[in-house]
């Protein structure tokens, strides 16, 4: 495998969010994510940087400032206050308030705009960040478990040097929230493959392709349940390759939702880390300036296998099917490897139906012009983007004293069913208490009253190295062991 300059971004403390009880999306996958490629020395081969956190200015260059000035407001002791606007904005259930709601954005926006900001400076050939691809977050409202959609913002920062940019999205999940910024553009193509079909958010039927003069540059791949890797790939490959030939793009952005895993607690597809990250690996080919973004995942262990794994494949590095003894090993087990099995489901997907599909996205495809020529705009270095209220990232932190601002103990507890599946529903509340029943609600009542797991509820969360912002860790292997 060839080798890449490749760039990461990690702030330490995004592992500290958390939604609530009993909600299945966990920042603290990331932090997972993170001390497992640690510890399986891929730090040694790329340059870590500590982005700085997107500011107000940043994220409503898309967002809207009302939306935005709600996001930064809202805190839990407000929401009887302001009910009127959590239903204008969609802020609730699926999208719960919580404390540091606007901080955790403000770091997956940050991540993702300061490696397009890398790119546009031809200072890497990938940029990673595993806190961003929040793919369903609109102009003026939360969705999905999305309040500020990173990726749009990335890739408005990448259009400043870049006439054409190509998104992919291989979450389980159709990217709703990208597409819809960039329907009328022939300047991005979207490309999503999803599972369509009384299934959230309801979107990316194979016929909406665009309009205006962004007709045809909008990809949808309408997917069933049980696709397996030899099936997806039979998909994607082709029409990637497509894509490549006729719209030309000059950079791309992969969005690696790991939800469409086999065994993810809220998916119903069957791909092995092999078929996930064989994606990633045709998308690095082509050669053209990459971002990697994260995106859905409910299964944690499996969200940082596979985006470890994927971070190898980015580096041109082979590691270890064993895994290399972490902080969270205990959550590997019973057999503490790096790959999964898939599991005997259906595939829904015939040959037939992909076929007609793929036939069908082709013939879109010979619609496809390159974009024409645009006035380009002077670069400006915003890769350390700096917020007036963000702490001094020189100055030293104690883990207790983080945790105390906004960590909390049920975030480091893995004991919430992660068997149970997502179908054809809008609300993950209504999903878990129907695919668990009585024993889950429970245990949802025992976390939320504080009840520690077997599984490390207790322990309090591993330090991390604090990285300069914007600037490359330094020392990494003893911070490594911190």
Not at 157 to 180: A, C, M
Not at 311 to 340: C, V
Request: aromatic content about 10%; charged content about 25%.
């Amino acid at each position: 495998m060839s080798k890449k300059h490749v760039a990461y971004y990690y702030d330490n403390e995004v592992g500290n969010y958390y939604y609530g009880a009993g909600h299945p999306m966990k920042p603290h996958r990331i932090r997972m994510t993170h001390n497992l490629l640690l510890n399986y020395g891929l730090y040694q081969h790329m340059e870590i940087y500590r982005p700085g956190r997107a500011s107000f200015e940043d994220i409503t260059k898309y967002h809207s400032d009302d939306y935005i000035k709600f996001l930064r407001s809202i805190r839990p002791e407000n929401t009887g206050d302001n009910t009127k606007h959590m239903q204008r904005f969609n802020v609730g259930e699926d999208c719960p308030v919580f404390d540091g709601l606007y901080e955790f954005c403000q770091i997956s926006a940050g991540g993702s705009v300061a490696a397009a900001a890398k790119l546009n400076l031809a200072q890497a050939d990938i940029c990673i960040n595993w806190a961003g691809g929040l793919h369903h977050a609109k102009k003026c409202e939360a969705s999905g478990f999305c309040y500020v959609n990173d990726i749009v913002l990335a890739i408005l920062e990448l259009l400043k040097r870049f006439q054409r940019v190509l998104y992919i999205d291989i979450d389980i999940h159709h990217g709703d929230g990208v597409e819809e910024a960039f329907y009328c553009t022939n300047r991005v193509m979207t490309v999503s493959f999803h599972k369509y079909g009384e299934y959230f958010p309801g979107t990316g039927d194979i016929r909406d392709v665009g309009a205006n003069v962004g007709k045809y540059y909008s990809v949808n791949f309408p997917l069933r349940d049980g696709i397996d890797d030899a099936s997806y790939e039979s998909i994607f490959k082709p029409v990637i390759q497509h894509v490549m030939d006729w719209y030309n793009p000059s950079a791309i952005v992969l969005q690696c939702g790991a939800d469409s895993l086999a065994g993810d607690r809220l998916g119903c597809f069957n791909l092995s880390l092999k078929g996930h990250a064989s994606c990633v690996e045709f998308v690095k080919s082509f050669g053209r300036p990459l971002i990697l973004l994260g995106g859905g995942g409910y299964t944690i262990r499996n969200v940082a296998r596979c985006w470890t794994y994927e971070t190898a494949i980015a580096l041109g590095q082979e590691i270890s099917d064993e895994l290399p003894y972490n902080d969270y090993f205990e959550y590997f087990g019973p057999d503490f490897r790096l790959h999964i099995t898939p599991n005997n489901m259906d595939n829904q997907n015939t040959p037939e139906y992909l076929s007609k599909c793929r036939e069908t996205i082709i013939e879109n495809l010979r619609h496809v012009e390159g974009a024409p020529g645009v006035q380009m705009q002077p670069l400006i270095d915003t890769g350390n983007m700096s917020d007036e209220e963000e702490d001094n990232p020189d100055e030293r932190v104690s883990q207790r004293a983080a945790d105390r601002k906004i960590a909390c103990e049920e975030e480091l507890s893995d004991s919430d069913d992660e068997s149970g599946g997502r179908r054809n529903a809008q609300s993950h509340r209504e999903v878990l208490d129907a695919a668990a029943g009585p024993a889950a609600a429970a245990e949802d009542a025992a976390e939320s009253e504080g009840t520690a797991s077997e599984d490390g509820a207790d322990a309090a969360p591993p330090a991390e190295p604090q990285q300069q912002q914007g600037e490359p860790v330094d020392e990494p292997a003893e911070a490594m062991h911190e």
